[in-house]
C-alpha cells in the first residue's frame, strides 16, 4: 500500500472560545453523559483517541474570573477511566502537569488507567510555569521558567523506570529528585502510556524528539505543517530515532457543509457565535493589556495606545505574542481597510476553521496533507458539546474510507497499535539516546 | 432489616481488575435484597495495589445503585488534586460517590514521594482534617446555579457564584500550606460527598469525630471492651456525629468467624460489639456512640463475590 493512511483524534471541546456554548444544541461540559457522548461517537469513527487539555486554575481576566467561556472542567484521569468502561478501542489521552503532579502519584495513576482500559492510556506532558496556578498547590510556583523542561525530563524518565520495573524497585535520583521505592502496579498492556507533547519553541521540539511519541501541534496550513515536520523529522535522527517513531497530530477545526457556499456560511454563522460582542472586547483587552469596555464591539478599532506593562490582565492563557504593537498595527491596516468593526475583526483574526467544505472536500483536503506529509493526523476541535463530531463520522469518515485512505476497522487492542507506534522502549533506552545526541535537551 | 453494609477490597487485592467487575456487578445486584451494600471502599494505604480512585471512576458507569468509596492517600498529595478527582468521580457516578482518606505513616510512601519526611499518626490525621476541610471548601466553591449561560451578556457563568477559598492549614512536618481556589471542577452532583473515616487509633478517632459522615472501627483496634469503648467516645465527641461501622475481617473463602455473612449472623456481631461496650442495642447507639452497622473487609475481590452471594442464599 503505497498511500499513507489518515489518522483522526479528537478534542474534547475545550474551556476556550472555539467551544460555541450558546447554541441550542449545546450540552453540558461537565456531565459524564457529555463525555460519553462525544467518545462514543469518536471510537465509531475509528479514531485513534480523544484528547482533554487541563487548566488547573480558572482564568482571569482584569482581576476576575473570566466569565465569557465556558468554565470548568473534570479531573482528567478520573474521567478517562470512567470513560474507559464506556469504549473498548478508543485511546484515553490527558494533559498532566509534570509541575504541579509528582512521578510516583501520576506513574501509578496512568499504570492504572492503562489497566482498566486495557492498553489504552495516553499522557500529554506538559509544564506549568506560572505563579498564578501555584497557588493552588501546596507548593505553589517553584520553578523556575528555565528548568521547567529539565524536571519534566527527569519527570518522565522517573516514570518510565517505575513502569519498568513491574511491581518491582526504583531508585530514581537527579538534579530535581531524589526517590526510591517499590512500584506496586504490576506492568500494565502498554507498558508505558503513549506520551504526547504540545510545545513549539525549539526547546519544545527537541523535548518531543528526545521523549516523546507523537506532538500535539498548532500547524494547521498545509504548508506550514510541511515545514514542521520535516523540522521535526530532522531532529529525530539526532536521537536515532525515525519519523516513524514519532506521530505529528496538528488540532484542527472544520466546518461541514452540503455544497461549499453552504459551509462557508456556515463557517461565518459559527465564528459570530464565538465571538460575542463581550467576547471581542476581552480578546482586544488581552492585546491591549488594558480595559476597553467603553468601546462599542460592533463600532471601530481602539484608537488609544496598548498599556506598555501589561503582562497580567490575563491569566493562566498560554502566552504566545510579546510585544502587542506590532500586532495592533497590523489589526488596524486590516479593520480599515475591510471596514470591520471590533467584534468582524476578532472574528477575522481569531476564528479561521481548518476545514471548511463538503464531506468529500474535507476528506480530500486531508488526504492531501497526510500523503504530503504535513501531518500523520488530524486531533479535531469540534465547537458544539457533545454532538460536535458526528457530522463528521457519519459523512467524512466514510468519505476518507472510499478513498482508500482510512481503515475500516481498529487494527488492534492498544493505543500504540491505532497509532502504528512501534512498542514501548525502555527508560535507560531514551535516557542513553539522549545522551549520545548533541542536544542539550533538558541540560 | 436495615443494617448500613460496606465492603472493602484489600489494598493490595485491587490491581485484580476483572475479579472487581464481578464485586461491583454481586454489590449492585444486593439493593432492594435482605442484606443491600451500600458502600463499596476500595482500599488504598498508597505503596501497594493501584490507584483507587482511579479504579473507581472505572467501576462507576458499570454500576447503577452502589456507593464507590476510594481511599485516597492524602498525606504526600495535592488537596487540590484530590477534591477535583473526587468531584470528577461523583459526576461520574451521576451523584454516588464518596471518599475515605488514608494516611500514610510509613518512610515507604514519603520516599517514593520525596518531598518531605514521614510524619506520626497524630500529626497526619491532623493534616487529614485539614485536608478534607479545604476538599469540602473547593466543591461548595461554584454556588448550584454558578453556570447562566446568559447570551444577553455573553456570560456563561455568574461569577460571584464562584468563590475563592484562600485556605491555610498545616500539614504533617508542621508547615503552612495554602489554596486559593476556586476548584475548576464544578460542584458535584451530591454537593458534598460523605467521607469515610478508618479508625484504628486514637488520632484516627479524633479525626472520625471532626469530619467523618461514616467512621469505621477496625476490628484490630477493637481488642477489648476497655478499648472499644475509649474510641467511640473520643468519635462521638465532636461535631461530626459519623455513623459507625465495625470492620469485620473475611477469610479468602469470604466467611466471617461466625460463618456466612447473613443479614442475621452480621447483626448478631453488632449486638455483640455493643453489649461489649455497654449499649444495650443497635437502636440506642445514635444516642450513646454504640456500633450500627458492618464493614466487610476482604482480602480479595473473590472473598467479596463469596461473601455477597453467599449472604443471599442463606437468608
Redesign the interface.
Same mark, same amino acid.
Given at each position: 500500500m503505497s498511500q499513507r493512511q489518515v489518522h483522526l483524534a479528537a478534542h474534547f471541546p475545550g474551556v476556550n472560545n472555539t467551544t460555541v456554548?450558546?447554541d441550542p444544541q449545546s450540552g453540558s461540559n461537565?456531565?459524564?453523559s457529555s463525555f460519553?457522548h462525544f467518545s462514543r461517537a469518536a471510537e465509531r469513527g475509528l479514531f485513534d483517541f480523544v484528547f482533554l487539555a487541563e487548566?488547573?486554575?480558572?482564568r482571569e481576566h482584569k482581576g476576575?474570573?473570566f466569565?465569557?467561556?465556558?468554565?470548568?472542567?473534570?479531573?482528567t484521569?478520573?474521567?478517562l477511566?470512567?470513560l474507559?468502561?464506556?469504549t473498548r478501542r478508543l485511546g484515553l489521552v490527558g494533559t498532566l502537569s509534570a509541575t504541579?503532579?509528582?512521578p510516583?502519584?501520576l506513574a501509578?495513576?496512568l499504570?492504572?488507567?492503562d489497566?482498566?482500559?486495557a492498553g489504552r492510556a495516553g499522557w500529554n506532558v506538559v509544564t506549568t510555569n506560572d505563579a498564578f496556578t501555584g497557588?493552588?498547590?501546596?507548593?505553589?510556583g517553584y520553578l523556575d521558567r528555565a528548568d521547567r523542561y529539565r524536571r519534566a525530563v527527569d519527570f518522565i524518565h522517573a516514570a518510565r523506570s517505575m513502569w519498568d520495573s513491574d511491581a518491582g524497585p526504583f531508585d530514581f535520583s537527579s538534579e530535581f529528585?531524589?526517590?526510591?521505592?517499590?512500584f506496586?502496579?504490576?506492568s500494565s498492556p502498554q507498558t508505558h502510556p503513549v506520551l504526547f507533547q504540545a510545545g513549539d519553541s525549539p526547546e519544545g521540539r527537541d523535548f518531543a524528539c528526545a521523549n516523546a511519541d507523537a506532538i500535539f501541534t498548532r500547524h494547521a496550513a498545509l504548508e506550514d505543517g510541511k515545514a514542521f515536520y520535516a523540522d521535526i523529522t530532522e531532529r529525530l535522527a539526532r536521537f536515532g530515532r525515525s519519523e516513524d517513531d514519532l506521530k505529528v497530530y496538528p488540532g484542527v477545526t472544520f466546518i461541514i457543509g452540503d455544497t461549499h457556499e453552504a459551509a462557508v456560511e456556515r463557517s461565518r454563522s459559527v465564528a459570530y457565535q464565538q465571538v460575542?460582542?463581550?467576547?471581542a472586547i476581552a480578546f482586544l483587552e488581552r492585546q491591549w493589556g488594558r480595559d476597553l469596555s467603553a468601546y462599542d464591539p460592533n463600532g471601530p478599532l481602539p484608537d488609544i495606545e496598548p498599556d506598555d506593562g501589561s503582562g497580567n490582565l490575563s491569566q493562566g492563557r498560554v502566552q504566545h505574542v510579546k510585544d502587542p504593537r506590532p500586532l495592533i498595527e497590523e489589526w488596524r491596516r486590516l479593520a480599515r481597510d475591510k471596514n470591520l468593526s471590533i467584534r468582524d475583526l476578532v472574528v477575522e483574526v481569531s476564528t479561521r476553521h481548518g476545514f471548511v467544505g463538503t464531506a468529500d472536500e474535507i476528506a480530500g483536503s486531508m488526504d492531501e496533507y497526510i500523503q504530503e506529509r504535513a501531518a500523520d493526523g488530524f486531533i479535531l476541535i469540534p465547537h458544539l458539546t457533545p454532538g460536535g463530531l458526528d457530522e463528521f463520522v457519519d459523512t467524512v469518515v466514510p468519505a476518507l474510507q472510499a478513498r482508500g485512505v482510512y481503515r475500516d476497522e481498529y487494527p488492534g487492542d492498544t493505543l500504540r497499535d491505532s497509532m502504528g507506534l512501534p512498542g514501548p522502549t525502555p527508560a535507560d533506552q531514551w535516557a542513553a539516546a539522549r545522551e549520545a545526541s548533541d542536544q542539550p535537551v533538558g541540560k | 432489616m436495615n443494617l448500613p453494609l460496606a465492603v472493602a477490597i484489600a489494598p493490595q487485592a485491587t490491581?485484580e481488575?476483572n475479579a472487581l467487575t464481578s464485586v461491583i456487578r454481586q454489590a449492585d445486584s444486593t439493593a432492594g435484597g435482605e442484606l443491600p451494600v451500600r458502600w463499596l471502599v476500595l482500599r488504598d494505604d498508597f505503596?501497594?495495589?493501584? @490507584?483507587a480512585?482511579? *479504579?473507581s471512576?472505572?467501576?462507576?458507569?458499570?454500576s447503577e445503585r452502589i456507593e464507590l468509596v476510594p481511599e485516597v492517600?492524602v498525606t504526600?498529595?495535592?488537596?487540590?488534586?484530590v477534591s477535583?478527582?473526587t468531584?470528577?468521580?461523583d459526576?461520574?457516578s451521576?451523584g454516588r460517590a464518596g471518599y475515605s482518606p488514608s494516611v500514610q505513616t510509613d518512610p515507604?510512601?514519603a520516599?517514593?514521594?520525596?518531598?518531605r519526611s514521614a510524619a506520626g499518626a497524630d500529626a497526619v490525621w491532623d493534616e487529614a482534617g485539614d485536608v478534607d476541610d479545604v476538599v469540602h471548601r473547593l466543591w461548595a466553591s461554584?454556588e448550584p446555579d454558578a453556570?447562566i449561560?446568559d447570551?444577553a451578556?455573553?456570560?456563561?457563568? @455568574?461569577?460571584d457564584k *464562584?468563590h475563592y477559598v484562600d485556605f491555610t492549614g498545616t500539614?504533617s512536618v508542621g508547615e503552612e500550606?495554602?489554596?486559593?481556589?476556586?476548584s475548576?471542577?464544578?460542584r458535584p452532583p451530591r454537593g458534598e460527598l460523605p467521607v469515610l473515616v478508618r479508625v484504628s487509633d486514637d488520632a484516627s478517632a479524633r479525626a472520625a469525630a471532626r469530619f467523618a459522615d461514616v467512621a469505621v472501627l477496625d476490628a484490630d483496634a477493637f481488642t477489648d471492651a476497655e478499648t472499644g469503648r475509649r474510641l467511640l467516645d473520643a468519635v462521638a465527641t465532636g461535631p461530626a456525629r459519623p455513623t459507625v461501622l465495625l470492620s469485620v475481617a473475611l477469610t479468602e473463602e469470604g466467611r466471617t468467624a461466625r460463618g456466612e455473612a447473613t443479614a442475621s449472623v452480621l447483626s448478631a456481631l453488632v449486638d455483640e460489639a455493643n453489649e461489649l461496650v455497654g449499649v444495650e442495642s443497635a437502636a440506642e447507639a445514635t444516642d450513646v456512640a454504640g456500633v450500627e452497622g458492618i464493614l466487610l473487609d476482604a482480602p480479595t475481590p473473590d472473598a467479596a463475590v463469596a461473601a455477597l452471594s453467599g449472604g443471599e442464599r442463606a437468608n
Open positions: 456554548w450558546s461537565i456531565d459524564f460519553e487548566g488547573l486554575r480558572l476576575e474570573v466569565d465569557l467561556d465556558t468554565v470548568g472542567r473534570p479531573e484521569v478520573t474521567v477511566s470512567a474507559s468502561a464506556v504541579f503532579n509528582e510516583y502519584d501509578r495513576k499504570a492504572t488507567l489497566h482498566v482500559s497557588e493552588n498547590f501546596r507548593r505553589g529528585f531524589s526517590i526510591f521505592g517499590n506496586p502496579v504490576p460575542s460582542g463581550p467576547g | 490491581t481488575f505503596v501497594s495495589g493501584a @490507584d480512585l482511579t *479504579v471512576a472505572w467501576l462507576a458507569p458499570q492517600p504526600h498529595n495535592e488537596p487540590f488534586h477535583t478527582a468531584a470528577t468521580l459526576f461520574a451521576t515507604s510512601a520516599s517514593a514521594v520525596g518531598r461554584w453556570v449561560r447570551e451578556t455573553g456570560r456563561f457563568i @455568574d461569577r *464562584v500539614d500550606f495554602t489554596v486559593k481556589g476556586p475548576i471542577t464544578p
